[in-house]
């Protein structure tokens, strides 16, 4: 099954105690601090919409680009509730192609971890440094090697709800620097439960592997955060925000 096609309706229910406006806050601080005031952004790997609408509703024009023709729907629904206009590509970012130069290039939650592969990280890059208008921004976040090899790593957590309930199961492998996650999830269907199966992959980059990438684009400047914070990084940061100007 393909990642996030089962996940996606229950995705939200099992994020509900993230703070996407206080992440929403923390991108628009990043731009006024680099001086920039955005009109223009696209967000990708923008899942079921949740900071993509939020920055809509502040008044921005917004591109939502996702894999996950499921995630999408779900975002399109917010959307049309929230009362704004996004417009959302069922595309993969590692092929991306979009109708305009923008500001601002967005992926966070994760969305570069997905990219297992080097050259692959690498095509993402490049396209997105030519989407971009000269002096634009692209911000993102990892989940740090620290994280998805130790917090993660080969645990197991599970959780249930009134609707749903998941066992997650985690497996690292170390050789391949790669995460694994085993998702068993249980939606509550009238008088029974439907068993749903599917199993994400995450890369766990080291700082210094993202920004050999970044500096080889041409970026003329390369910025890295402890997430929502303007600190450098520390060693059990758990995620880790780049912040990259064309």
Same mark, same amino acid.
């Given at each position: 099954?393909?990642? +996030?096609?089962?996940?996606?309706?229950?995705?939200?229910?099992?994020?509900?105690?993230?703070? +996407? !406006?206080?992440?929403?806050?923390? #991108?628009?601080? #990043?731009?006024?601090?680099?001086?920039?005031?955005?009109?223009?952004?696209?967000? @990708?790997?923008? *899942?079921?919409?949740?900071?993509?609408?939020?920055? =809509? !509703?502040?008044?921005?024009? @917004?591109?939502?680009?996702?894999?996950? /023709?499921?995630?999408?729907?779900? /975002?399109?629904?917010?959307?049309?509730?929230?009362?704004?206009?996004?417009?959302? @590509?069922? $595309?993969?970012?590692?092929?991306?192609? @979009?109708? &305009?130069?923008?500001?601002?290039?967005?992926?966070?939650?994760? *969305? %570069?971890?997905?990219?297992?592969?080097?050259?692959?990280?690498?095509?993402?890059?490049?396209? %997105?440094? $030519? $989407?971009?208008?000269? *002096?634009?921004?692209?911000?993102?976040?990892?989940?740090?090697?620290? !994280?998805?090899?130790?917090?993660?790593?080969?645990?197991? +957590?599970?959780?249930?709800?009134?609707?749903?309930?998941?066992?997650?199961?985690?497996?690292?492998?170390?050789?391949q620097k790669m995460c694994d996650f085993d998702l068993t999830i249980f939606v509550k269907e009238e008088d029974t439960y439907r068993k749903?199966?599917? &199993? $994400?992959?995450?890369? =766990?980059?080291?700082?210094?592997?993202?920004?050999?990438?970044?500096?080889?684009?041409?970026?003329?400047?390369?910025?890295?955060?402890?997430?929502? &914070?303007?600190?450098?990084? !520390?060693?059990?940061?758990?995620?880790? +925000?780049?912040?990259?100007?064309?």
């Amino acid at each position: 099954m393909e990642s +996030y096609s089962a996940f996606a309706y229950v995705y939200d229910q099992l994020m509900e105690d993230v703070d +996407y !406006k206080g992440w929403v806050l923390y #991108i628009e601080e #990043i731009f006024e601090r680099c001086g920039i005031k955005p009109k223009n952004i696209a967000e @990708l790997a923008c *899942g079921t919409g949740n900071v993509t609408n939020i920055l =809509a !509703k502040r008044g921005y024009n @917004l591109i939502g680009v996702d894999i996950s /023709a499921d995630m999408l729907f779900i /975002a399109q629904e917010k959307s049309r509730a929230m009362g704004v206009e996004v417009i959302y @590509l069922n $595309h993969d970012m590692r092929e991306l192609s @979009l109708p &305009t130069e923008l500001d601002g290039i967005l992926c966070v939650c994760d *969305g %570069v971890n997905y990219i297992a592969d080097e050259k692959d990280l690498r095509k993402v890059f490049k396209s %997105v440094y $030519h $989407h971009l208008k000269d *002096g634009g921004l692209f911000i993102f976040d990892i989940s740090t090697y620290y !994280k998805l090899a130790n917090i993660l790593g080969n645990n197991t +957590y599970a959780e249930n709800f009134e609707e749903v309930s998941y066992i997650w199961e985690n497996y690292f492998e170390e050789a391949q620097k790669m995460c694994d996650f085993d998702l068993t999830i249980f939606v509550k269907e009238e008088d029974t439960y439907r068993k749903y199966e599917e &199993t $994400h992959s995450q890369r =766990a980059y080291e700082e210094k592997e993202i920004l050999d990438q970044l500096k080889g684009i041409g970026f003329k400047k390369i910025e890295c955060f402890e997430a929502f &914070t303007f600190s450098d990084p !520390k060693e059990e940061s758990e995620r880790i +925000y780049f912040v990259c100007q064309k």
